[in-house]
């Protein structure tokens, strides 16, 4: 069987590059997410493998890693990029929107960070890499949920790093700085990106790029975090 890398949260922009690179390796791709007729459509253009399921869903985790290994074989490698992004005066944001947020964005990568050592622990060996961004390092104004769930997932992510790391399970995040070149953004957000121009953003393809590598790092030279951010973000 091929070495298997589970997308958590695929989507068509950072999460289909990272599918189609490691796919280029060889690897097997199980590709996540709720919309399972967005799931479908993404599975056939990357080669990959659709596995509909509700990351925030303990139990639905759970049978997905089960369901993922039984079709495809261990997985070797789990990128959680899913994301949900919630913009709000503080004043204004109600208790259901701070903790859908935080659901979607903290506690489903806890779901599917576990899940993904509980099966790696055993073999000793395998990389989990969370998907950050700039709400993981600052909390900016009008942004306090998605600050709170990210600054929350990228402390899980150091913690399980220091845990996991001796027993031979790599860990690690990107931070993603900016906006990523992706047809959401330029559905939601076209004048902004038109603004950006051509290399203004981050392009899916040159992130997925920064995913690959962290996995086949050496175990004496791992890195915890990298950064990416295209030239035109200040930082």
Known sequence: MSEVLLVAGAGDGLGRSIALRFAREG?????????SERLEKLAKESG?????????????????????ESKL????????V?????QAPIAETSLEDFERTWRQNCLSGFLVGREAARRMLPRRRGTIIFSGASGSLRGRAGFAAYAAAKGGLRFLAQSMARELGPQGIHVATVLIDGAIDSPMMWRDYRSRMEKLGADGAVHPDAAADAYWQLHRQPRN????EVDLRPWSQSF
Do not use: C, K, M, P
């Open 27 to 35: 690897y097997a791709v199980a590709l996540v997410a709720r919309n």
């Open 48 to 68: 990959g493998h659709a596995f509909a399921a509700d990351l925030s869903d303990e139990a639905q985790v759970v049978q997905l890693f089960e369901s993922v």
């Open 73 to 80: 074989g261990a997985i070797g490698a789990a990128a959680f």
């Open 82 to 86: 899913a994301a949900t992004r919630t």
């Open 221 to 224: 030279a791992w890195s915890q």
